[in-house]
């Protein structure tokens, strides 16, 4: 009779005693893993006649896909718009300490910046998996330069750009380099942008529209051009009007490609978005909505100055302003805290506010193959929560990464 390791000698693990989070619903069954994967124990029992070498009791937790955050601008001190000799270490240290708040892969997000800057950080950002070590990083989101100057919101005037003659390569020549680039924010609006969106869409970039004064038709162009995102849906874009509902209209627009989804960010921290806008999202285009913190190097920090980019910024509980001004610049939430502040403010079932900030930016990025769920053969990246959604244990590749001191619990 076949062992358990006729396929593979890796040891198998069992989670027990567990809500699992599939196929849109909670279910009470085990969660078994090999080798960073999660296994289909049908195949195990049958086709190898295979059996657990470690059972772990989850003590009735809910586990679930790990959180992936596609716009997180820094934390802890960090803040990615800096080039800093040290940069390696910054991303290091937020990859690490995000583990706590649930994320297992992020999107190191950038605000507009001097070409100088780009040129510095962008060849130190590399696309890897996630482990002991942190978070796993997706790949870098280029929030700017070619953006609105009238919806600019935190990001510096005399850094904004626009398209010239050469559109893409005025593009390239600001970025220097595209290598480790998963989302760019731009505004639809401006000219020439057609062209740059079906260039960077070529190249398996994710476009999103941002930062803009966009009306709908021009935002419906964008989308047939291949844009699949909204930047923090709301902020820093013309405010919902009923004859032209501007980027907001894409939500319920009848213009979008057979087959194609609109993706949009919201930053549900209770301050950027009002609880009611949050819940209009929601029931306008549930499947859509994607969880972001938009966390600045103040997340996780104390009341204070901190920097944006080329901003100073003021953090004042859990308002965060330019200095000086009462405009907002990003947020200092936490992955964790959105999940649960959407969850309440829309009354939303407990998965759905699991997979706004896992199944979704996992189908933005197209990556739902292997990550952002629990299917079988995907990634084991998981979490497991509390009925109340807080994290107990963060979870990548099957290892345990981050666990609640269960003195702080």
């Known amino acids: 009779m076949p062992s358990n390791k006729s396929v593979s000698d890796a040891p198998i693990v069992q989670f027990t005693n567990c809500r699992i989070l599939r196929d849109h619903q909670l279910q009470r069954e085990d969660l078994w893993v090999r080798e960073g994967k999660i296994l289909n124990p049908e195949k195990l029992f049958f086709d190898e006649k295979g059996s ?3 059972q772990l009791d989850c003590k009735d937790s809910i586990i679930a896909p790990g959180f992936i955050d596609v716009q997180i601008n820094g934390g802890f001190g960090v803040d990615f ?19 706590s708040h649930g994320v297992t892969s992020f999107c190191p997000t950038l605000v507009t910046s001097p070409p100088s800057v780009y040129y510095q950080v962008l060849p130190q950002i590399s696309v890897r998996n996630g482990g002991a070590h942190g ?7 280029l929030e700017g330069p070619f953006i609105s100057k009238e919806k600019k919101g935190a990001h510096p005037e005399h850094c904004l750009r626009t398209f010239e003659a050469g559109a893409f390569q005025d593009l390239l020549a600001t970025y ?7 989302i760019v924010t731009l505004a639809p609006e401006m000219r020439r942008s057609s062209e740059v969106i079906q260039e960077l869409t070529k190249r398996g970039i994710c476009v999103s529209l941002g930062h803009s004064v966009a009306n709908l038709s021009q935002a419906e162009e964008a989308v047939q051009h291949g844009a699949t995102f909204i930047t923090h849906l709301f902020n820093a874009m013309l405010p919902f009007h009923h004859r032209d509902p501007g980027i907001v209209g894409l939500l319920t627009s009848d213009k979008i490609p057979a087959g194609r989804r609109v993706f949009y960010g919201m930053i549900s921290d209770g301050i950027h978005t009002n609880p009611a806008a949050l819940r209009i999202a929601h029931r306008a285009h549930p499947k859509g909505l994607v969880l972001v913190t938009d966390a600045i190097a103040g997340m996780g920090l104390a009341p204070g100055r901190h920097t944006l980019g080329q901003q100073v910024v003021e953090i004042d509980g859990l308002n965060t302003y330019i200095a000086g001004t009462k405009t907002l610049s990003g947020s200092v939430a936490t992955m964790d805290t959105c999940v649960r502040h959407f969850q309440e403010a829309t009354g939303c079932s407990v998965e759905t506010a699991l997979e706004a900030a896992s199944l979704h930016p996992a189908q933005l990025l197209g990556i739902e193959h292997k990550k952002g769920t629990l299917n079988y053969d995907s990634d084991a990246d998981f979490l497991m929560l509390n009925d109340s959604l807080y994290v107990q244990a963060t979870y990548i590749a099957g290892e345990e990464v981050w666990r609640q001191d269960v003195l702080g619990m």
């Open 52 to 54: 657990a070498d470690v």
């Open 81 to 99: 718009s800096l080039a800093t000799d040290d940069f390696k270490s910054g991303i290091d240290l937020v990859s690490q300490k995000i583990l």
């Open 135 to 141: 978070a796993g990083i997706l790949g870098a989101h």
């Open 176 to 182: 220097g380099s595209l290598d480790c680039v998963q």
